[in-house]
């Protein structure tokens, strides 16, 4: 094991420890999230469902010596749903909550700065991702996207925590206005609670155990910002229990500044 990392934070929601520094594509009313194109969309699944399959695997695989419990609860599902994750790993979370979907589609809400790379933010966009707009007016085609999605009983992903903070073991507090989706359609959701677990002869070596949960469905007899927030409370304490099964501690986050611990 390495020598234990510090990290130092401020503010639970709006930090940000991804290391990333990508100028952010403006995502407006004229950004495509259905594609007409024939060809575009056989490439997209091809891309999503196909071709990057077995680099998932062999990643998460090798990397992560990954291991997922109660991923039977989602073959259950037939229908569209939701998926709730927290957000630990900079590249990884793009598709750890995918293989365990496998074979329907994911598809993942991500900031504009995922979409931003020339090139390779097409790439991104063929996996699955769904930048959030930045105006009212790609607002409107951004919900009509996720509409679509699940109308084709389809998976969308949510990280509700919004920003990367890498190997964290607790969950950080959230807001409820992500859970405005499954809410304003009446669909399932479930949670993904990553763990960092310890293993090997010496409990030297770090692998992800990830734990799923649900299907959560929005309260019945209640109004839309009730059912919102009820929602969120189950999906947060469920993952909020679970994320005590983490037993090895990679990075330790301390909130202050450095100068002052």
């Avoid at 950004?31 to 062999?58: G, T």
């Avoid at 997922?68 to 749903?81: D, H, P, Q, S």
């Avoid at 607002?139 to 949510?158: G, L, P």
Wanted: hydrophobic share 35%.
């Amino acid at each position: 094991m390495k020598e234990q990392q510090i990290i130092y934070y401020q503010d639970e929601l709006n930090d940000e420890f991804s290391g990333a520094e990508i100028t952010p594509r403006v995502i407006d009313e004229n950004y495509v999230y259905i594609h007409k194109n024939p060809l575009w969309n056989f490439c997209s699944i091809f891309v999503q469902n196909v071709l990057s399959m077995p680099i998932k695997v062999l990643y998460a695989k090798l990397k992560f010596k990954i291991r997922y419990v109660g991923k039977e609860k989602l073959k259950a599902c037939k229908g569209g749903y939701f998926v709730y994750v927290n957000h630990t790993q900079p590249f990884a979370d793009t598709f750890i909550p995918s293989l365990p979907i496998y074979p329907k589609r994911n598809f993942f809400i991500v900031n504009p700065e995922n979409v931003s790379i020339p090139y390779i933010g097409h790439l991104v966009e063929m996996l699955g991702a769904l930048p959030i707009p930045c105006d009212m007016g790609g607002m409107k085609h951004f919900v009509k996207a996720i509409e679509d999605r699940i109308e084709k009983n389809y998976s969308i992903t949510i990280y509700p925590e919004a920003h990367i903070w890498p190997y964290y073991i607790g969950i950080r507090p959230f807001k409820d206005v992500s859970f405005q989706y499954p809410v304003k359609l009446n669909k399932p959701v479930f949670s993904m609670t990553n763990t960092y677990q310890a293993y090997g002869k010496h409990k030297d070596k770090v692998r992800i155990v990830t734990y799923i949960d649900g299907p959560f469905y929005p309260p019945e007899n209640k109004g839309r910002k009730e059912k919102q927030k009820q929602l969120r409370n189950q999906v947060y304490e469920r993952m909020v229990e679970r994320s005590k099964n983490s037993n090895i501690e990679c990075i330790k986050y301390v909130k202050g500044s450095k100068e002052k611990v």
